[in-house]
């Protein structure tokens, strides 16, 4: 199994595996793994799953860019690229962050602006599906999560086609789901 780690990060340092590094660090051990920087993507048919990072981007100004019918420019152009090849990958798909933004905004969801930042070790709470779920059963219902954003998914889409859960919400606000 090889898992491509899609790096949403335009600022690198001169080592630019820096967060696929640390995504890295999560894996089981002897998983194989390759990142790719997001303007890079060529074949995701290559990896059996793939990790969406978190960013610096604002997945609601993409929304918002996307959604005005206007020609894309600048880094909402280079995010489109690479969600329209994510678009055609049919594996499974692990988003963080923005990483998850940009998956609930593939799926038709409404993603949301918060208030204020919200950054550092913060609380959030398993929902009953979370407390069931194979990815996040081992946490307890209240747990601790790293994070640093503005942006959060504001309601997931009701489609026929799709079940989508809600894991994990801090605030009143999704900060963890799935779609099937």
């Known amino acids: ?4 780690i899609i790096d949403f990060n335009p600022d690198q340092n001169p080592d630019r595996s820096q ?10 051990e002897g998983t194989a793994y390759k990142g790719v920087f997001f303007r890079d993507i ?10 969406l990072s978190g960013s610096k981007f604002f997945a609601t100004q993409y929304q918002r860019d996307v959604r005005s019918g206007a020609e894309l420019s600048g880094e909402s152009a280079d995010v489109d690229v690479a969600v329209k090849k994510i678009m ?3 594996g499974p798909i692990f988003g963080i962050c923005f990483g ?3 998956l609930a905004h593939i799926h038709g969801a409404e993603l ?13 709470q398993l929902t009953e599906i979370g407390a069931n779920d194979p990815v996040f059963s081992g946490l307890d219902q209240t747990f601790w999560g790293a994070q ?16 989508s859960d809600i894991i994990a919400t801090r605030n009143g606000y999704i900060h963890a789901f799935r779609i099937i």
Do not use: C
Not at 1 to 4: F, K, L, Y
Not at 112 to 124: C, K, M, Q, S
């Open 88 to 90: 055609g990958y049919k």
């Open 148 to 163: 640093l954003h503005m942006n959060f998914v504001q309601t997931l889409l009701e489609d026929t086609d799709e079940k």
């Open 42 to 51: 060529n074949n995701l048919d290559q990896y059996d799953a793939i990790i």
């Open 112 to 124: 949301g602006r918060l208030p204020i930042t919200e950054a550092g070790y913060l609380t959030h």
């Open 1 to 4: 199994m090889t898992i491509g």
């Open 19 to 28: 967060y696929v590094k640390r995504i890295s660090a999560l894996l089981p």
């Open 100 to 102: 998850a933004q940009i």
